[in-house]
């Protein structure tokens, strides 16, 4: 399983694009990227996976550079509602979730 | 469909007790993972079950944890003999295959008096 290295935390304001970057140098060729977002008191909630290049959805868009060492998760105009840990995640489609610890993101009014 | 159903939500034991967390599955899912979680701390791994079968327990303490998914019924993680060190949240998770979108239950907190 591939180690994955991420900020601590980071802050932002409303309105502002955020990017968070997560780091897995020894990342397998067959490794997925996959970013959860957990609240206080609940449990994750799947954003976003993919594989190489960019992947975007409703929510959220993941860039992933040519030699997936490592990836960005974009959030467009973040809200207050957006204040929560966010967690990358690297494995392959046998392998079990393994969470670290995440980046606590902040947003001011 | 209704959501990965975890319960009690809150659970309080005294010491030595056992705890039981139940876990109910997004029907079609046989895929379930358990993990624990402790205040400002990330979730840690604690086992990965396959219908009827365990895969991965690499996570759960080799005493007092214990962790099942029958054929029929919900996951049930049981901790015999409760110290207040198992004071924590315990999620479950459910994913058709492995390492697709897992949906997470609400948790269940157990507090260890």
């Known amino acids: 399983l591939a180690k994955t290295t991420q900020p601590i935390s980071m802050d932002s304001y409303e309105g502002q694009e955020v990017n968070i970057t997560c780091s897995h140098n020894n990342i397998a060729t067959n490794d997925y990227i996959t970013w959860y977002q957990q609240f206080p008191s609940q449990g994750p909630r799947f954003i976003i996976q993919?594989?190489?290049t960019k992947v975007t959805n409703e929510v959220a868009s993941l860039f992933i550079p040519a030699d997936r060492k490592s990836s960005t998760l974009s959030l467009p105009r973040v809200s207050l509602s957006d204040t929560a840990v966010y967690y990358c995640?690297?494995?392959?489609?046998?392998?079990?979730?393994?969470f670290g610890t995440g980046t606590r993101l902040q947003v001011f009014p | 469909n209704a959501g990965v159903m975890q319960n009690p939500r809150h659970l309080v034991r005294r010491r030595g007790q056992e705890a039981r967390l139940r876990c109910s599955p997004m029907k079609g899912h046989s895929h379930v993972y358990w993990y624990r979680q402790l205040p400002e701390e990330g979730l840690k791994f604690m086992v990965y079950?396959?219908?009827?079968?365990?895969?991965?327990e690499s996570g759960m303490p080799k005493e007092r944890f214990s962790a099942e998914f029958p054929k029929e019924g919900p996951s049930i993680l049981r901790i015999q003999q409760v110290v207040r060190g198992d004071s924590a949240a315990y999620f479950c998770?459910?994913?058709?295959?492995?390492?697709?979108?897992?949906?997470f239950g609400q948790g269940t907190r157990l507090t260890v008096v």
């Open positions: 993919g594989y190489k």
């Open positions: 995640l690297v494995g392959d489609n046998t392998d079990k979730l393994i």
């Open positions: 998770a459910s994913s058709p295959t492995p390492n697709t979108e897992a949906f």
């Open positions: 079950l396959q219908k009827e079968n365990i895969i991965d």
